[in-house]
């Protein structure tokens, strides 16, 4: 399984971003869906998470002001995160488990100015 993460970039302070990431090379039997966030010297940390019956789970830094979606039909999971602030900056990755095995996308930057 290959993931493919795009949408990353450079907002402002309060603006809002939707982040994707893409499947492919036989995703069938996804479970779960996740993006994860890593910011410099640190660990990647789980920002929202996703199951196959859209059950969703979200860290308390983003909680209320995120989303996370998928569609199956197209093999992607979605992240909107609104009222970014600067300490949202990090490398953002997409993680998928199948059958017991977790894949990562390569990472997309996002950056919040203030």
């Known amino acids: 399984v290959q993931l493919q993460a795009s949408g990353g970039g450079l907002v402002q302070a309060g603006g809002s971003l939707r982040l994707s990431c893409t499947a492919s090379g036989a995703p069938f039997s996804i479970n779960n869906m996740a993006w994860y966030r890593q910011f410099p010297g640190k660990q990647r940390d789980l920002v929202a998470r996703i199951t196959r019956a859209e059950s969703t789970t979200y860290a308390d830094s983003v909680k209320g002001r995120s989303t996370i979606s998928r569609e199956n039909a197209r093999n992607t999971v979605y992240l909107e995160i609104n009222n970014l602030q600067p300490e949202d900056t990090a490398v953002y990755y997409c993680?998928?488990?199948?059958?017991?095995?977790?894949?990562w996308g390569q990472g997309t930057l996002v950056t919040v100015s203030s």
């Open positions: 993680n998928v488990d199948k059958l017991g095995t977790t894949y």
